[in-house]
């Protein structure tokens, strides 16, 4: 077992096992983490809105770090904000957790970090993740041990707002990290980080994901495909290819996750043509 | 609602306004300095007599209504709120923490506002001081209240900063201050009882006569009334999910 509240090591550098206290608890563990079933999301009000999602059909099985790729304006981001239940004029079935989507049981069990770091520029990183502690009933250890995680415990009481875009983005995830959850919901996390931390942080979605975790994170750089155990390919509200990348690259001929995508997106047009005619 | 997740974002909200120093110098110097722009102006009149309780107890319900606008716009536009709704808090809890903190920051404001009017401005009132400063919270709270069911109307900057001529410049036109009610045309006179300040200003008034408690505690429950009014549209209009 793994002590709770060790804290008498001494601060520990990224990368070794700061993870070690993040025990996810678990539910309906049989079920699939997400299930989706002909998705439809509207956005900008149900009726004079844009369908930015047009019949989905997936699933991210549990304890699997899972990358949704696309180019932007794919429909990425509403379908995180939808698997986390923050999106109006959702249509279809999506279950999260084997709960629908949004169910208020589900807030302490999904961990979310939107593509803007959501934080309070005005605190400090600490003063941030102490609030979000007692809004989820986390305990100060969780705290340090968010903190460790992405390697902000030497400058936790600095203001967000003097940090770095790299820091402040860290400090965003940190808050996702407090409650220990199930699922993790991660909208372009590595923006703005430098090629170290990026590794890290893939090291860190690796260890979470080791002890139990699912994460979805998206991307819109294809050469992070490579760190994930399973893609999902999204362009314009559809889902062009949903398997493991060794998978799609024999499918393809391809020889990475960009040519990958390329060769999804040219049979498609292709098919679109024979159609026509 | 939780109330230990109201203190607990009551405790963020203080927290952040600690961390700027200017603005809460600005919120307690500013009305201070314009109370003692009239007093030496009117010098040697009863004018501070009995206009300064009004103001009292207009200054900390416009400089809240805007802090509070404005810090409710930052929370939705910096993406904070998406997050807060993600978690167990309940909407409640983030109105009900933001009234809390700046009700404690309009008791600050008004304690100051109103020593610095009697002791050194010399301001003399027939009634009882405590009372103002009572229906001077009241009224802070109550901007508070306003700017939080306001913030659902703006989605931008622009639209915050226009929330104040709009919500607030025909309360005090029609609030007693420029004409006696009794005078007004039917139609404005029925506005004005129906607008909340008008009730702040008619205590505050009351109170510079001479009145006591019996003479307010009308008004005193109809800001009341108007506060829960507002807060529970604000906890509505909170959205937990984007269209």
Sequence with gaps: MTPRGDRNRGPEVLGENPARDYIPHMRNNDRPAIRAEGLRVVRGGARHGVVVIEGMDFEVPRGQVVGLLGPSGSGK????????????????????????????????????????????????????????????????????????????????????????????????????????????????????????????????????????????????????????????????????????????????????????????????????????? | MNPRLTAATAARVLGQVRNDPRTVGLLIVVPCVVLGLIAWMFDGTPVLNQMGPLLLGLFPLITMFLVTSVATLRERQTGTLERLMATPIRKADVVLGYALAFGLLAVVQALVLTGVAVWLYGMEVAGSLWLIVLVAVLDAILGTALGLAGSAIARTEFQAVQLMPVLIFPQLITGGLLMSRELMPTVLEWFSRAMPLTYGMESLQELARGGGFAEIQGAVGAIVAFIVGALLLGTLTLRRRTP
């Design chain 1, 77 to 277: 981001t509403t379908l995180m904000r939808a698997v986390v239940g923050g999106q109006a004029d959702v249509t279809g079935t999506l279950e999260v957790l084997g709960q629908p989507a949004g169910h208020p049981d589900l807030r302490r069990r999904v961990g979310y970090v939107t593509q803007a770091p959501s934080v309070y520029a005005d605190l400090s990183i600490v003063a941030n993740l102490r609030y979000f502690a007692r809004l989820l009933g986390a305990e100060e250890v969780d705290v340090a041990r968010a903190l460790t995680d992405v390697d902000l415990a030497r400058i936790a009481g600095r203001r967000v707002g003097v940090l770095s875009g790299g820091e402040r983005s860290r400090a965003s995830l940190a808050v996702a990290l407090l409650g220990s959850p199930e699922l993790l919901v991660l909208d372009e996390p590595t923006v703005e980080l430098d090629p170290v931390l990026r590794r890290d942080l893939w090291a860190l979605f690796r260890r979470l994901a080791e002890r139990g975790a699912t994460l979805l994170v998206s991307s819109h750089v294809m050469d992070e495909a490579q760190r994930c155990d399973r893609l999902m390919l999204m362009r314009q509200g559809r889902l062009l290819a949903d398997a493991p990348l060794p998978e799609l690259l024999e499918r393809t001929g391809a020889s990475d996750a960009e040519g990958v995508f390329l060769t999804l997106v040219e049979s498609m047009a292709m098919e679109q043509k024979e159609v026509v005619r």
